[in-house]
């Protein structure tokens, strides 16, 4: 995981405790904090657009920066340097990004140390801004429909500050955003935003121009259409994947049309945020409404402890379907069971013992009725999904070392499961008979499995909903696409080839989850006089190994010559069942996959055979 350095002095001017150095360790070490121990850090900022970077002591200083890309080798005035600190080095704790900054982990420690408990509340003002949301942010061409914004007043940005809040906003995009695809944050100067009105909407590729972050104003060609963002300015190079297949890009605009942002890749250089800035506006655009408002509950709740003295004002917006007012800072409400937490954690809990860990850990607590606690849980943490998860706070403000490690009351001894068992035969068998055992991706795409294959597209299979490419859309239903495909990467190599695969095939079905997975073996043989029969008798030698025999009947399988493609029956003591098929199979399937032998496989279903699911 990425590792952050947490400013040492920011840190303890917001902690309100005087805390030694190994003391702190401990501290965040308890609170499940992975922490790498102290460093000192240079700092360099680019004078080009306000990016603040940091080295350690044997680093030398950078040559590029990795926002506006300056070139600080060919202009050295660019880079100016900030001088020295002292960091407590930790890596970041992925479910807890209300921890990620020095303002975020002093509230979290003074709760702990129970220095503050309970929830912690933060004013809002009434929105005075409103964000129209057009409607072809819904559609196919731009689907990216989501935001939530903010207004912060009487902001007193240091250095310092500045860097821990573009800190903040790079680790959120990692954590919550996951790189920017499903959330990214625009932070910009209040005072070039013209307010009341501003429209999130999208826009044609070279539709407008606009100046983004880190060129120069005054120069006639840095204002650059989104086309040429993507294709030209350093961070638009780097995300322009997230745009991909996007006819139409987002954009945010102000009262006057002037332009904050291309989310999510880059802002304008008219709204810059600077050290002489006193009021920002802060937009979180993505793909759902929940993720985009807690990203924003986070930033602008760290941003209040990091600057005590900033007014947060909610905005108003304007979806197709409705209004809504962002940031809800509403605390979320769970019912938690004082003698099922108990249990669970192993250690001898009343209401009021657990109230106490509860508010240590930031939540307000009160009497739920039998048996049963009402948990206020703040906005700003987002990875508070279940009962669990407070079980799982109170454990943490209990402390795992302050529990009796005990042995279970009851032993039981663990067996291989029967599929397994069946799985080790057939890879031994299918090894003693020359098979080379390969392993093959479970994501396929139905070009793949259904055309390449001869197949009807059914639907039938499990589909992924954000595949992160054209070719991995859907869970495969067989194991013969990747073995082929296996081939077609070794068309090189020296013939006969057989491999064989044990896997997991995926299929809707009538479950908790929808799916159900099974376990098949398949093979595949490729050469010169190589056909079905060959196929037919490692399957039989699979299936002797098992004790059950083994006869064919000729199917019309498509994937098949026709005539030499055939269902498997095993039959043993439970009676006869099919079990797979096996063929030579069609030219046409050889020609998709770019094979030029002919080849034959089988492929057999574990599952049916041992019974389980």
């Keep these: 995981m990425p590792v952050v350095g947490i400013p040492v002095s920011l840190l303890n001017d917001r902690l309100a405790a005087d805390l030694g150095r190994d003391e702190l360790i401990e501290e965040l070490q308890h609170l499940g904090c992975d922490v790498e121990g102290y460093a000192t850090l240079r700092r360099f900022k680019c004078r080009h657009c306000g990016n603040i970077m940091e ?16 070139d600080f080798s060919s202009a050295p005035q660019s880079l100016q340097s900030l001088g020295e600190g002292d960091v407590i080095r930790m890596e970041l704790l992925a479910v807890r990004p209300d921890m990620f900054d020095p303002g975020g982990l002093a509230r979290t ?17 009434p929105p005075v801004a409103r964000v129209v949301v057009h409607p072809d942010l819904s559609g196919d061409l731009c689907p990216r429909p989501a935001i939530a914004c903010a207004v912060v ?44 009105e501003l429209r999130y909407g999208a826009v044609e590729p070279e539709g407008i121009s606009f100046v983004p972050l880190g060129y120069d104003p005054a120069d006639p060609t840095s204002s650059l259409t989104p086309a040429q963002i993507l294709r030209e300015h350093p961070k638009g190079v780097e995300y322009a994947g997230l745009l991909d297949g996007f006819e139409r890009y987002p954009l945010l605009t102000d009262g006057d049309g002037s332009v904050l942002s291309m989310p999510p890749i880059i802002n304008s250089e008219h709204t810059r945020v600077t050290d002489g800035t006193r009021s920002l506006f802060i937009d979180v655009t993505g793909l759902g409404r929940r993720l985009v408002g807690r990203t924003l509950n986070v930033l602008v709740t760290s941003l209040e402890e990091l600057c005590p003295d900033v007014m947060v004002e909610q905005v108003q917006i304007a979806y197709p379907d409705g209004e809504m007012v962002t940031p809800d800072l509403t605390p979320q409400d769970v019912d938690l069971d004082v003698e099922a937490t108990g249990l669970l954690l192993g250690v001898d809990l009343d209401a009021t013992a657990l109230t106490d860990l509860l508010e240590r850990m930031g939540h307000d607590v009160a009497p739920g009725g039998q048996g049963a606690l009402k948990v ?13 998860d407070l079980m799982e706070d109170a454990a943490i403000a209990y402390g795992y070392h302050n529990i009796t490690p005990r042995l279970v009351p009851t032993m039981t001894v663990g067996g291989e499961r029967r599929v397994e068992a069946v799985s080790r035969l057939a890879r031994e068998t299918l090894c003693g008979l020359g098979y080379l055992e390969v392993m093959t991706l479970q994501l396929t795409c139905e070009r793949r499995c259904y055309d390449a294959m001869r197949l009807e597209r059914s639907g039938d299979h499990v589909e992924v909903s954000h595949p992160i490419s054209s070719e991995q859309t859907l869970l495969r239903p067989s194991l013969a696409p990747g073995l082929l495909d296996t081939l077609t990467v070794n068309a090189h190599r020296e013939y006969p080839q057989r491999i064989f695969e044990v896997g997991e095939v995926t299929e809707l079905a009538d479950t908790d989850t929808g799916a159900l997975e099974r376990r098949r073996v398949a093979g595949v043989i490729i050469g010169e ?61 050889l020609d998709a996959f770019r094979l030029r032998h002919p080849a034959a496989d089988f492929e057999l279903d574990l599952t049916t055979l041992t019974g389980e699911r």
């Design 153 to 196: 007043r009487s902001v007193a940005l240091s250095d310092d500050i500045i860097k821990e809040v573009m800190n903040l906003q790079e680790n959120l995009h990692w954590a919550l955003g996951r790189d920017r695809k499903h959330a990214s944050i625009g932070v910009y100067d209040l005072e070039r935003v013209r307010l009341p």
């Design 55 to 70: 080295i350690t002591e044997t680093q030398q200083p950078p040559v590029l920066c990795r926002r506006c890309g300056a």
């Design 109 to 125: 420690l003074r709760a702990y140390l129970g220095a503050e408990r309970g929830l912690r509340r933060y004013e809002l003002a």
């Design 376 to 388: 206020r849980v703040p906005a700003y943490r987002n990875d508070i999904l279940h009962p669990r």
């Design 529 to 589: 006089k190589m056909g079905v029969t060959d196929v037919r008798a490692a399957a039989a030698a699979v299936l002797r190994e098992f004790g059950w025999g083994v006869r064919t009947c000729t199917a019309p399988l498509p994937q098949f010559l026709p005539g030499r493609g055939a269902t498997i029956i095993a039959d043993g003591e439970a009676g006869e069942r099919e079990v797979g098929v096996l063929g030579e199979l069609h030219p046409e399937v």
